[in-house]
């Protein structure tokens, strides 16, 4: 019968450490001395040290995208002036720095010719701004009802509506006797211009709406008055008049735009900040009849 050579208590107890931390390497394998067995020809601690090595790389790594990550979402949420209230905050800001330093405190422009209150002013000139300012909200209110794309629908009937009171208003003065003019370049450019835009470019048509119709019920009233105090005897004309709260009206309108805007992308909105100076181009041009 052959012998067996019963295993040491150090043994054993090396082996036993040894098969609980490799449980699926069969316990003969760690009492063989061959020189063919690889694994266990590498210290433990060596095995142990990679691991830590590797596991300190991957952390690293991780941290290094992570933090390269973050940096390129905050550069891509990169907020504009005005954002966070709404997109018709962002138009407003664009404009108030069209205006200039004597308009606004916001303005950056340097004030053109003569302040308003040295402007030398006559009936037939205001009655060519009129004119010329009836043409294009006729254009703009003819292109709502046409909504030759879905979103213009939603500025149909919004009480901002200038043509029937600017109607009244020349009828008037045609009783006092003043001839009315034929619309001159100024206004059958910017008509024109309207018309084209309307029907091939969304988001800087809105910017022209937006201008019109807003700066009227601000600086447009501001300068009715003081013609009317200096040519008019201090009467009011239908063009600055609404039916309902004029502010409530303008918060409606508001709230259209910035829902309008919700779809446009980043690009598209930039585009349609980019037509103001555009629009301030058309409107002053249509403003300095009055001096003519």
């Not at 046409?146 to 043509?163: C, D, I, M, V, W």
């Not at 501001?222 to 013609?227: A, L, P, S, Y």
């Not at 309008?260 to 555009?278: D, F, G, I, P, Y």
Request: aromatic share 12%.
């Amino acid at each position: 019968m052959a012998s067996i050579t019963p295993l040491s208590q150090s043994q054993f107890t090396v082996s036993n450490k040894l098969q609980n931390q490799f449980p699926s390497i069969p316990f003969s394998r760690f009492t063989q001395k061959s020189t063919k067995n690889q694994f266990c020809s590498i210290p433990f601690s060596r095995i142990t040290q990679s691991s830590k090595l590797y596991f300190k790389k991957s952390s690293r790594m991780v941290l290094v995208s992570a933090t390269t990550g973050t940096a390129a979402h905050e550069k891509s949420k990169k907020r504009y002036p005005g954002e966070a209230k709404g997109f018709v905050e962002e138009m407003r800001f664009v404009a108030m720095k069209l205006h200039t330093k004597d308009q606004s405190k916001e303005g950056e422009k340097e004030p053109e010719g003569q302040p308003m209150a040295k402007w030398e002013l006559s009936v037939e000139g205001y009655l060519k701004f009129l004119v010329d300012s009836k043409l294009v909200y006729d254009t703009l209110e003819k292109i709502m009802e046409k909504a030759p794309f879905p979103e213009y629908a939603e500025f149909r009937n919004t009480g901002l509506e200038r043509s029937e009171g600017l109607a009244k208003d020349l009828e008037w003065f045609r009783q006092q006797g003043y001839a009315i003019p034929e619309p001159s370049t100024p206004g059958l450019s910017y008509a024109r211009y309207l018309e084209e835009l309307s029907e091939k470019d969304t988001q800087a048509f809105i910017c022209h709406f937006y201008n019109t119709y807003f700066a009227h019920s601000a600086g447009g009233r501001m300068i009715g008055r003081k013609v009317a105090e200096k040519i008019l005897d201090k009467k009011e004309l239908e063009f600055y008049k609404w039916d309902g709260d004029l502010s409530q009206l303008l918060q409606n309108v508001r709230e259209k735009l910035n829902r309008v805007a919700e779809s446009w992308t980043r690009e598209e909105k930039n585009h349609c900040l980019a037509e103001t100076e555009k629009s301030f181009k058309f409107s002053g041009e249509i403003l300095r009849l009055i001096l003519s």
